[in-house]
């Protein structure tokens, strides 16, 4: 049974930095897919970054571009989401979704297979 459980979400003020991390349990990080999505009130869910992991290539939106970065601890499965300069605008519900057969690389949210309960980031301005 698969698990993706997110944690680091919280309260910052626009400019600051969070880290947000995704430990994965009956998910192993080799040659598929894993990957951050967020959603704000309102809004659609949209893929933020991923990763390859069979190609251990990484994939950012362009909205967050040089602000955030994905990293993963293959011997821990366990995924990081860093944000910096973080604006008012990044506020919203961020998910843990993974990808067996990476149908959804990059961020094609609708082919993710498994998805976390997701952590709340609120940035104020």
């Known amino acids: 049974q698969v698990q993706l459980v997110e944690s680091g979400g919280g309260s910052v003020q626009a400019g600051g930095s969070l880290r947000l991390t995704c430990e994965a349990s009956?998910?192993?990080?080799?040659?598929?897919?894993i990957g951050w999505f967020r959603q704000a009130p309102g809004k659609e869910r949209e893929g933020v970054a991923s990763i390859h992991t069979g190609v251990n290539l990484p994939a950012i939106a362009p909205s967050v571009k040089g602000r955030f970065t994905i990293s993963r601890d293959n011997a821990k499965d366990i995924m990081y989401l860093q944000m910096n300069s973080l604006k008012p605008e990044d506020t919203a519900m961020y998910y843990c979704?993974?990808?067996?057969?990476?149908?959804?690389?990059?961020?094609?949210?609708?082919?993710?297979?498994?998805w976390g309960r997701g952590t709340q980031v609120t940035v104020s301005s």
């Open positions: 009956g998910y192993t990080f080799s040659d598929n897919c």
């Open positions: 979704a993974a990808d067996r057969e990476c149908a959804g690389w990059p961020l094609k949210r609708d082919q993710y297979n498994y």
